[in-house]
Protein backbone atom coordinates (compact mmCIF):
# COMPACT_ATOMS: atom_id res chain seq x y z
CA UNK A 1 0.00 0.00 0.00
CA UNK A 2 2.71 2.36 1.00
CA UNK A 3 4.63 1.97 -2.71
CA UNK A 4 1.35 2.39 -4.24
CA UNK A 5 0.56 5.71 -2.55
CA UNK A 6 4.68 6.72 -2.97
CA UNK A 7 4.20 6.25 -7.11
CA UNK A 8 0.76 8.18 -6.95
CA UNK A 9 2.92 10.57 -5.01
CA UNK A 10 5.06 10.79 -7.55
CA UNK A 11 2.85 11.09 -10.67
CA UNK A 12 1.03 13.69 -9.54
CA UNK A 13 4.26 15.75 -9.39
CA UNK A 14 4.16 15.60 -13.12
CA UNK A 15 0.79 16.84 -13.52
CA UNK A 16 0.61 20.21 -15.11
CA UNK A 17 -2.34 22.00 -13.78
CA UNK A 18 -3.75 24.59 -15.77
CA UNK A 19 -3.82 28.27 -15.16
CA UNK A 20 -6.86 30.32 -14.23
CA UNK A 21 -7.14 32.05 -17.53
CA UNK A 22 -7.22 28.14 -19.51
CA UNK A 23 -9.58 26.82 -16.72
CA UNK A 24 -11.92 29.78 -17.97
CA UNK A 25 -11.36 29.28 -21.58
CA UNK A 26 -11.45 25.72 -22.05
CA UNK A 27 -14.74 25.86 -19.06
CA UNK A 28 -16.52 28.29 -22.05
CA UNK A 29 -15.67 26.12 -24.70
CA UNK A 30 -17.34 23.18 -23.28
CA UNK A 31 -19.97 25.09 -22.25
CA UNK A 32 -20.83 26.23 -25.75
CA UNK A 33 -20.24 23.17 -26.77
CA UNK A 34 -22.71 21.28 -24.95
CA UNK A 35 -25.36 24.18 -25.82
CA UNK A 36 -24.65 23.65 -29.44
CA UNK A 37 -24.97 19.80 -29.33
CA UNK A 38 -28.34 20.48 -27.53
CA UNK A 39 -29.60 22.58 -29.82
CA UNK A 40 -28.74 20.01 -32.51
CA UNK A 41 -30.31 17.12 -30.94
CA UNK A 42 -33.53 19.36 -30.29
CA UNK A 43 -33.48 20.19 -34.30
CA UNK A 44 -33.27 16.84 -34.99
CA UNK A 45 -35.92 15.56 -32.96
CA UNK A 46 -38.10 18.42 -33.92
CA UNK A 47 -37.94 17.27 -37.23
CA UNK A 48 -37.91 13.73 -36.62
CA UNK A 49 -41.58 14.30 -35.07
CA UNK A 50 -42.37 16.65 -37.74
CA UNK A 51 -41.56 13.99 -40.28
CA UNK A 52 -43.31 11.14 -38.49
CA UNK A 53 -46.55 13.42 -37.81
CA UNK A 54 -46.63 14.30 -41.78
CA UNK A 55 -46.05 10.47 -42.36
CA UNK A 56 -47.75 8.38 -40.10
CA UNK A 57 -51.04 11.62 -39.27
CA UNK A 58 -50.13 11.56 -35.89
CA UNK A 59 -51.29 14.58 -33.49
CA UNK A 60 -49.87 14.58 -30.07
CA UNK A 61 -51.90 16.38 -27.42
Known sequence: MF???KG???EMKKVVWPTK???GT???????TCA?????FWLIDT???????GILGITLS
Open 26 to 32: DTVVVLV
Open 47 to 53: GFLAALK
Open 8 to 10: VRQ
Open 3 to 5: EYL
Open 36 to 40: LFAAA
Open 21 to 23: EQL
